[in-house]
């Protein structure tokens, strides 16, 4: 398929989009996709190099896109790189919340410290991220925001109890925010990707296996995409998805849950 058969979304064009972990994977397709709406759009990473790249490339081409490396675990400093891209770009309309570590981890070799750090990469960003932009979204009477859950809980994969709890918290966030923040014409819903391609997953996960397994378990023939995923959040930033809130927009291919 060529970028023309895809949607184009006018109310995304100058609108301020704030994007966390967009350096790689996924949200490096969300960086792009929304720079390619038009959109003017703020993101961080913990990796700087990959992201000043990324920022670099897009600019160049003619987008509207500010990097700013930040540990997304340190809360200020995130909340500091928000209010920088407000600065240069207007108050953010959409966040969305996509920086996560899908790292393995027994049960029995867990400590305290490692889920306290689990959950701070996870889940606790968010939290504050949506807290620094609800401010200006209130001023303007809307906004979107989009919280990335994950398949992994529903489908009982093992191995990462903290990242899986954390995903799944993220539907309870959404839901329970979009009743506290729907009066301003604040919309919140999950994004939640299945089995999808990126170059990491694709290097540390994805054997004959797991390719065995998405070949039976998934409806549709073919592999998830993370432009599949990006395509998506432009579609619940957009004002094409003005009266949708508290949902869960699962990216999967159709695979098999139950």
């Keep these: 398929m060529t970028k023309d058969q895809f949607a184009r979304y006018p109310s995304l064009e100058g609108m301020p989009v704030v994007i966390s972990g967009g350096a790689s994977g996924i949200g490096a397709d969300l960086v792009r996709h929304f720079a390619g709406q038009g959109a003017k759009v703020g993101f961080v990473d913990i990796a700087g190099k990959p992201g000043e790249a990324l920022a670099d490339e897009l600019n160049s081409a003619g987008a509207t896109v500010k990097f700013t490396h930040c540990d997304i675990t340190d809360i200020p400093a995130y909340q500091r790189a928000i209010a920088g891209f407000a600065k240069t770009h207007g108050d953010a309309l959409a966040l969305v919340n996509n920086a ?12 305290e410290a490692d889920w306290d750090q689990r959950v701070a990469v996870n889940l606790k960003h968010a939290v504050f991220a949506i807290q620094a932009v609800t401010p200006g979204m209130i001023a303007a009477g809307k906004g979107s925001i989009i919280n990335f859950g994950s398949i992994s809980w529903m489908i009982l994969s093992g191995n990462m109890p903290a990242y899986t709890t954390s995903k799944a918290a993220m539907h309870g966030l959404s839901r329970s925010l979009a009743r506290d923040l729907g009066p301003h014409g604040i919309r919140l819903n999950t994004l939640v990707p299945g089995f999808v391609m990126t170059e990491r997953q694709l290097t540390h996960w994805i054997g004959d296996k797991e390719n065995r397994l998405i070949d039976e378990t998934q409806a549709l023939k073919g592999r998830v995409l993370p432009e599949d995923v990006a395509r998506m959040a432009l ?10 809130s508290a949902q869960d927009f699962i990216v999967d291919g159709g695979w098999a849950h139950g």
């Design 100 to 111: 996560a570590h899908d790292e393995r981890h027994a049960l029995e070799d867990l400590t």
């Design 235 to 244: 579609f619940l930033a957009a004002d094409d998805s003005r009266m949708i």
